[in-house]
Structures are given as C-alpha cells and as structure tokens.
C-alpha cells in the first residue's frame, strides 16, 4: 500500500521511490509515486531541485506502463524546460556547459 510523502519536499523522495519500484519491475507502483513527485513539483510552480528526476521519473514509468506517448511528451517537456533554464544563464560559458548537460 503506497502512503505518499506529503508536502513541498515530497517530490524527490517520491520520484527516487518511483526509480526504486522501476528497478524491481513494478510498473505500476513507479508509475503512481512519479505522478504523485510531477503533481507536487506543479504545486510547488517548478520550484527548487530534483525537477529533472522528477521528469525522467515520470517519462521512465510511462514508457514502462506501456504509455510511449505520454512518455515521449514528458521528456520533450523536460527537455525544452532545461533548455529554458539554460538561458537565463548569464555566463555564456556557463550556459553552453548546462546545456551539453
């Protein structure tokens, strides 16, 4: 029985459990801890760190679940976010390495 973590901070441990349950071939379980980690980093307005597992979270266990679609949206959103936060590096070096990344 899955108990999600609860608040702010509940995100990462959530994706990192989602990870976990990916490793031992639980779908499903990964798939609902990955939605419960995205549905708080959207509360939390994408706010803080850990937001790229979050992403890769989600995008493994719907690729895992079955759902490509989904999958591949996810990582394309990811995507295009670290590319947006890339360009408010002001350092042009700086930005050209996070964007290698």
Request: net charge neutral.
């Amino acid at each position: 029985m899955r108990t999600p973590a609860r608040g702010r901070c509940a995100r990462g441990p959530n994706a990192i459990i989602a990870e976990l349950l990916l490793d031992l071939g639980d779908a499903a379980g990964a798939l609902g801890h990955a939605r419960d980690a995205f549905a708080f980093f959207e509360a939390s307005s994408g706010i803080g760190e850990g937001d790229a597992t979050v992403h890769l979270a989600l995008a493994r266990a719907l690729q895992a679940a079955g759902e490509a679609a989904p999958a591949r949206a996810a990582l394309v959103a990811a995507r295009d976010r670290l590319l947006a936060r890339a360009k408010t590096i002001e350092n042009v070096a700086l930005e050209r390495d996070f964007s290698r990344i």
